[in-house]
């Protein structure tokens, strides 16, 4: 994780503006982060210091149970804002997020404007907006699971976590993700291989026809 200096942020507040989000000057209050792909954004049960506002990238949201295993829960592309619910709340962080490629944010420390943020109400109308339409797309996630084939889902599941073309999520994680056992998964990326879609290399699969993958993805309906 890199705090970008002035020269550097004001390029990203610049190209991705957000001071509509709220009824007073933001400005002085953002922050610039940079990710490294592979890094925490969050660890799970730390203590909330900010905001953040996902402008490029994507991340993984997960969960670490009792018993040592991890649920993937969630993929996150950018835009999108990390970190609202505990605003709310007031609690630690419950879930984890890592980046899948080179990521930055723009982030407000709590520090010096929850209490202005909490009471705006443009900010407020804004995060309503945000979680209606997130609890949308999971409900939509779940309910893609009974209505899409294997196919379908897989290769939007590989388009939304590859990163420069290159796949490599473990099956276990993406079973549970899809709700699918270890043989289908299996059966399918075989398939996807032996069509020329993936080409298998050591630690996870290339893309080789993003177009194909694109194709079967597009035919599920949001």
Known sequence: MR?????EAIHYINT????????????????????????YIFHEQSYPEALFYMVEGKAKLYITHKNGKISLIEFLTSPTIMGEIEL?????????????????CL?????????????????LKMLCLFLS???????????????YPLENRLASFILLSSDHDFYKEKHTEVCE?????YRH????????????????????YLLSNRAQLEQLASEIQY
């Open 16 to 39: 991705y503006p957000i001071s509509h989000f709220f009824s007073f000057d933001i400005s002085s209050f953002i922050q610039v982060y940079e990710f490294e792909k592979g890094e």
């Open 185 to 204: 998964l299996l059966f399918v990326l075989a398939q996807f291989t032996e069509a020329g879609y993936l080409t298998k290399q050591n630690r996870g």
């Open 107 to 123: 982030v407000i420390p709590f520090r010096d404007v929850k209490d202005k943020l909490l009471a705006d109400p443009v900010f």
């Open 177 to 181: 993700y899809l709700g699918v056992s």
């Open 133 to 147: 339409s997130k609890t949308t797309n999971m409900t939509a996630k779940y309910t893609q699971n009974q209505a």
């Open 88 to 104: 709310l709340n007031e609690a630690r962080y419950s879930k984890g997020i890592q980046t899948v490629t080179k990521t930055i």
């Open 3 to 7: 705090k970008l200096a002035h020269d």
